[in-house]
């Protein structure tokens, strides 16, 4: 069963532009990641915030995680054409299940030129 | 390898065959994760092993799916009598300990005609 779900099912931006894609969840977690799949094929893991940070940056990304309101957003600025991916968050569990990672149902994110 | 290799890319079988297909990952890295995932949505997980043994199969939709991963390396998710429904890309993952970053592989496209 899927955990989270994202928001905006779908967003096309100008390149140059900035993409914000949120993620909202119902249990209580360890981490979250986020994760970047290309034609429905492997997943490009992203960035990983752990329950107890709040703010994540790793290049031109940055990651939020309000844990009282069970959210997360993603936040892709200078966006380029090859940022064109479906992009997914996941979240670990808190307790057992190893890194068992529940998955939403993604964003699909397109950048025109 | 570099990566998490899955084999064959792509498998067309008929209805009521069996089919094997297989994961390799990353050298040294002890968890290990079959994911399912129907077009349109995310990756929805079917067993996780660590080590040599399955630690959660609650995945796993009946039981006509088995995974074994017998020496804690590769790892082989047998799929008995497929039917039209498991058409799907099966994804491995790996990570070299709980709560870490998980590697995915290119995946497997399964469809049952």
């Known amino acids: 069963s899927q955990q989270g779900e994202e928001d905006p099912q779908a967003l096309s931006i100008q390149e140059g532009e900035n993409a914000t894609m949120n993620c909202s969840y119902k249990t209580s977690i360890n981490n979250l990641q986020w994760y970047r799949q290309n034609s429905g094929r492997g997943l490009v893991h992203l960035i990983l915030?752990?329950?107890?940070?709040r703010e994540k940056h790793s290049g031109r990304l940055r990651v939020t995680l309000d844990t009282s309101k069970k959210s997360s957003s993603l936040l892709i600025t200078a966006s380029r054409a090859a940022d064109t991916a479906s992009y997914f968050c996941?979240?670990?569990?808190?307790?057992?299940?190893?890194?068992?990672?529940?998955f939403g149902t993604g964003t699909q994110l397109k950048v025109e030129l | 390898g570099a990566g998490v290799s899955q084999t064959p890319s792509n498998k067309v079988t008929e209805k009521g065959k069996y089919v094997e297909l297989r994961c390799d990952p990353i050298s040294g890295h002890t968890a290990l994760y079959w994911y399912r995932q129907s077009l349109g949505q995310g990756p929805e997980f079917l067993i996780y092993f660590q080590g040599t043994g399955a630690a959660d199969d609650s995945g796993l939709p009946n039981d006509r799916f088995f995974a074994v991963r017998p020496e804690g390396s590769v790892s082989t998710l047998k799929i008995q009598r497929t039917e039209r429904g498991d058409s799907a890309v099966y994804l491995c993952?790996?990570?070299?300990?709980?709560?870490?970053?998980?590697?995915f592989g290119q995946g497997t496209r399964l469809t049952v005609v």
């Open positions: 915030i752990r329950s107890n940070e």
């Open positions: 996941a979240t670990g569990p808190l307790t057992g299940g190893g890194n068992k990672l529940t």
């Open positions: 993952a790996s990570s070299p300990y709980r709560g870490a970053e998980a590697f």
